[in-house]
């Protein structure tokens, strides 16, 4: 069984910038393809970003592209999105996910069979 805890979410004004964190424990990570998504208030989930088991790959959203960094740390088991030049639209509830079947998870939230339990970012104007 995969869990995972994310961290660093919070309040903050338009065009800083936040790190969040998950934490991954059970299978080994690197068999991990993971990912994040966001829902906003009154709204579906959605892709934010995914990374294969490696890190070779990732792929974001035309939304959060350019802004929006994610990595992994496969000796640490866990992944990082870094978020830059937050704009109140990016207000949600962050989810990590993991992929134990694919090398790289891609953007569709049915790859992901574990969830965190979110975060929360809040982007003032």
């Known amino acids: 069984q995969v869990q995972l805890v994310e961290s660093g979410g919070g309040l903050v004004q338009g065009g800083a910038s936040l790190r969040l964190s998950c934490a991954a424990s059970?299978?080994?990570?690197?068999?991990?393809?993971m990912g994040w998504f966001r829902q906003a208030p009154g709204k579906e989930r959605v892709f934010v970003a995914a990374?294969?088991?490696?890190?070779?790959?990732?792929v974001y959203a035309d939304s959060v592209k350019g802004r929006f960094i994610i990595s992994r740390d496969n000796n640490n088991n866990t992944v990082v999105l870094l978020m830059n030049s937050l704009k109140p639209e990016d207000t949600a509830v962050y989810y990590c996910?993991?992929?134990?079947?694919?090398?790289?998870?891609?953007?569709?939230?049915?790859?992901?069979?574990?969830w965190g339990q979110g975060t929360q970012v809040t982007v003032s104007s």
């Open positions: 996910a993991a992929d134990r079947n694919r090398y790289y998870g891609g953007t569709d939230a049915t790859n992901y069979a574990y």
């Open positions: 059970g299978p080994t990570f690197r068999s991990l393809a």
């Open positions: 990374i294969s088991r490696s890190g070779g790959s990732y």
